[in-house]
């Protein structure tokens, strides 16, 4: 995957002098050697600096990580720890800092003179950290053996790999959203408040581009590469020339645009004049690109194509945007589904989208036209659709969203997709959440989001839920169990 930062963790140890630094430095190094053995050596770095309660430590420590290239922090409490120099560091480093604290080790040598007292000095380390307004990653329960914590640390790279990308992201969009869709207005200040960048143009800018690469010289390799990649499923072979075309336009657009941000994120125009001034549908090309790790949105949907980024660094592997679609008939729920697996007819549902998966995505895939399009217009401007059944596997459905007033919110589900075939077209899957129904009503529809969903292949919850708690996001909705009632549930229901 291309676009993507990759994480290096400084690792910082700390020592009240009432402790011996020997207990913190130890600690450190035992919690270096669990992490290599278990997960190897290249996401860590081992700060020789052990703080001591000093500031000019503090400072010491700070200039060494940032000399080794490291691009977030894990403060270990290997005893209980400077409150003040720890959380010092915290605030002057310039990137996602995780807290975490040694277990005392065994019964006959660590509860004298071998005794820590981490389990107090990260609630010490807490307060001071909400006292200097300072944001830091701190695990579900954060005190540990060194393997344990070599855990923790190891669950904190996705988390850091979407904080370190969005300080450092663009996302570029073409054109005002489709008439009719207000249900992708997107309030760009939350943006400028995660640090992301915005870079908004118009539809006629994209297509002087466009014109402006007609018989580049690299299209014909693309085409290769798009024949390669499609196989039997290249059905409109005609239409391929166009799409390298638009393809080189965008990446071109990229590295031209992208100014000082490292990396760049798409919310591309695709209707209602899409069709008929390019000649094709953009959503191979979208594929194409998010497959590498360049997420591109549909119908100009910057908080989807947000949420795409956030994916794709959480779960290092491409993303997907769908709508959240339509309902599954009756009569396929108990043929292919009732008996088979663990769900309602209310658990599940149907994600699609015109065509914008990633072909790998797929369990097998064609290039077609846009049929929904080709009902108003000439059904040879509509061609550029990666057409299949997505992978059946475990998924979550996710998004960020600023609300029209500007408040962040977010929602979190995981489910699977089913092996079940949808008998219908574009790039489409049955979906099975649990308590789905309750979910759509009491999150998606209460909490107003719109109908675009991120998807990403694998479950990732609990990085996404620890993403969006770090960003300040308050209110995370997700598929509560029966029996946990939401606050707008009717309890007469």
Not at 306 to 322: P, Q, Y
Not at 475 to 486: A, E, L, T
Request: with cysteine; charged share 20%; net charge negative.
């Amino acid at each position: 995957m291309i676009n993507m930062p990759k994480v290096k963790i400084g690792i910082v140890a700390v020592s009240r002098d009432c402790f011996p630094e020997s207990l913190s430095v130890n600690r450190r190094k035992a919690l270096v050697k669990a992490y290599t053995e278990k997960y190897g050596a290249e996401d860590i770095y081992e700060c020789p600096i052990c703080i001591v309660e000093s500031e000019i430590h503090m400072v010491q420590a700070l200039e060494d990580i940032k000399a080794a290239g490291c691009n977030a922090l894990c403060v270990y409490l290997g005893n209980f720890g400077p409150e003040i120099a720890e959380t010092l560091l915290a605030k002057h480093f310039d990137g996602p800092v995780m807290f975490a604290a040694a277990a005392e080790e065994d019964s006959e040598t660590s509860l004298i003179q071998g005794r820590g007292d981490a389990y107090c000095g990260m609630l010490n380390a807490s307060y001071n950290l909400k006292l200097r307004n300072v944001k830091a990653y701190i695990p579900e329960y954060p005190v540990g053996t060194a393997p344990e914590v070599a855990d923790m640390i190891k669950e904190f790279v996705p988390v850091a790999k979407a904080l370190i990308g969005l300080s450092d992201l663009k996302i570029i969009s073409f054109g005002p959203r489709p008439l009719n869709f207000l249900a992708c207005n997107a309030p760009i200040k939350q943006l400028y408040n995660l640090g992301v960048e915005i870079e908004e143009n118009s539809e006629l800018d994209l297509f002087e581009a466009f014109k402006k690469h007609e018989g580049d010289p690299r299209i014909p390799d693309v085409v290769k590469d798009m024949e390669a990649e499609l196989g039997a499923g290249n059905l409109k072979p005609e239409v391929l020339p166009k799409l390298a075309q638009y393809e080189l336009t965008l990446l071109d657009w990229i590295e031209e645009h992208r100014g000082y941000r490292k990396y760049v994120a798409i919310a591309g125009k695709c209707w209602p004049a899409f069709q008929t001034q390019f000649g094709f549908v953009p959503c191979y090309v979208n594929s194409r690109l998010t497959g590498r790790g360049i997420p591109v949105s549909c119908e100009v949907d910057i908080y989807g194509t947000l949420s795409e980024f956030i994916g794709t660094c959480v779960s290092d592997d491409a993303v997907t945007l769908l709508d959240i679609n339509n309902t599954v008939p009756a009569d396929m729920y108990k043929a292919s589904i009732e008996g088979k697996f663990p769900y309602t007819a209310k658990d599940i549902f149907m994600g699609f989208h015109c065509g914008n998966t990633f072909s790998k995505k797929l369990s097998a895939c064609s290039m077609k036209y846009q049929m929904i399009m080709a009902r108003n217009l000439p059904e040879e401007v509509t061609q550029g659709t990666l057409e299949g059944d997505i992978v059946p596997g475990d998924i979550t459905f996710f998004r960020l969203q600023s609300t029209a007033d500007c408040q962040l919110r977010a929602y979190i589900a995981q489910g699977e997709v089913l092996p079940v075939a949808t008998k219908s077209f574009g790039s489409i899957g049955i979906f099975a959440i649990p308590e789905m129904g309750r979910f759509y009503r009491h999150v998606l529809i209460e909490g107003n989001y719109p109908h675009h969903g991120a998807v990403a292949f694998g479950h990732h919850g609990k990085a996404l839920y620890n993403v969006f708690r770090y960003l300040g996001v308050d209110d995370i909705g997700f598929n509560q169990p029966k029996g946990m009632m939401y606050k707008t549930e009717n309890p007469f229901c």
